[in-house]
Antibody, heavy 121, light 109 residues
């Protein structure tokens, strides 16, 4: 059974940093594109970033470029999101989502349950 | 940047057909994916590549895509279909990025 379990969320002050993790199981993690998707309270879904199987390609939504870094450790079956210079507008539930083996423009077929990040003083 | 436009809400009686649209410039040239999200839950993929269904998704869920509009159709709507629905595409016009529509709240009357 495919499982994605996020952790690392919490309350952080504006300008602070946080590192999210996503533990994957039930599939060959190293074979898949992976993404982070977020959802602000009461709002819609927003794609944040994705990363290729070997980490050689990474893409970000404009609003987080230069502040967030997506990475992965295939030996640990884990996906990460390092978030720096956090702003109030980064407050959201952050989901880890699985992409495809071959096609980058694929749907997100499995999602974690999400971890809440709250940026507030 | 590429924009997807969905109606904020759609209402339908049980047993009827619900159609949720997703508008975008020449969206017919892209693969559209649809997600269902119920309150407090993670999204679930219900249609991918315009009209394909993942295993376990009822045949009542179908999709189409042409021109500037993609449509998710839910036939014989049930109370359990009440949820938010999001369309999604990938835009590679400049740098690769994922794009979601604003979401549509489906209400079953």
């Amino acid at each position: 059974e495919v499982q994605l379990v996020e952790s690392g969320g919490g309350l952080v002050q504006p300008g602070g940093s946080l590192r999210l993790s996503c533990a994957a199981s039930g599939f060959t993690f190293s074979s898949y594109w992976m993404s982070w998707v977020r959802q602000a309270p009461g709002k819609g879904l927003e794609w944040v970033a994705n990363i290729k199987q070997d980490g050689s390609e990474k893409y970000y939504v404009d609003s987080v470029k230069g502040r967030f870094t997506i990475s992965r450790d295939n030996a640990k079956n884990s996906l990460y999101l390092q978030m720096n210079s956090l702003r109030a507008e980064d407050t959201a539930v952050y989901y880890c989502a699985r992409g495809d083996i071959v096609v980058v423009v694929a749907p997100f077929d499995y999602w974690g349950q999400g971890t809440l990040v709250t940026v507030s003083s | 940047s590429y924009v997807l436009t969905q109606p904020p809400s759609v209402s339908v009686a049980p047993g009827q057909t619900a159609r949720i649209t997703c508008g975008g410039n020449n969206i017919g040239s892209k693969s559209v994916h649809w997600y269902q999200q119920k309150p407090g839950q993670a999204p679930v993929l219900v249609v991918y590549d315009d009209s394909d269904r993942p295993s376990g998704i009822p045949e009542r869920f179908s999709g189409s895509n042409s021109g500037n509009t993609a449509t998710l159709t839910i036939s014989r709507v049930e109370a359990g279909d009440e949820a938010d629905y999001y369309c999604q595409v990938w835009d590679s016009s400049s740098d690769l990025r994922g794009v979601f529509g604003g979401g549509t709240k489906l209400t079953v009357l």
